[in-house]
Nanobody, 112 residues
Framework: QVQLVESGGGLVQAGGSLRLSCVAS????????MGWYRQAPGKQRELVAR???????NYADSVKGRFTISRDNAKNTVYLQMNSLKPEDTAVYYC??????WGQGTLVTVSS
């Protein structure tokens, strides 16, 4: 059974940086699309960024130029480097694989 395990969340001041990681374990098949989504209190879950196995990426407009998604296919791992964080980036960040599997989420809190 495939599991996604996120790590790297925490508390950071505005303007700071965090790096999230997500490892997919137990997969016997290649994962095509890996992505990061987030859900703030009282809001719907939204796409932050996603990346295909070949490296094509797309980002939400709100994070373009500040966040970078990358992956290591050999390690079945996807990363999200978040720079210039803003209080409005505060949310639970979820890893997703092929639009089907979800991680348990990791909380990112940005203080002003």
């Amino acid at each position: 059974q495939v599991q996604l395990v996120e790590s790297g969340g925490g508390l950071v001041q505005a303007g700071g940086s965090l790096r999230l990681s997500c490892v997919a374990s137990g997969s016997r098949f290649s994962i095509n699309v890996m992505g990061w989504y987030r859900q703030a209190p009282g809001k719907q879950r939204e796409l932050v960024a996603r990346i295909t196995r070949s490296g094509s990426t797309n980002y939400a407009d709100s994070v373009k130029g500040r966040f970078t998604i990358s992956r290591d296919n050999a390690k079945n791992t996807v990363y999200l480097q978040m720079n210039s964080l803003k209080p409005e980036d505060t949310a639970v960040y979820y890893c997703n694989a092929d639009f089907i599997l979800w991680g348990q989420g990791t909380l990112v809190t940005v203080s002003s």
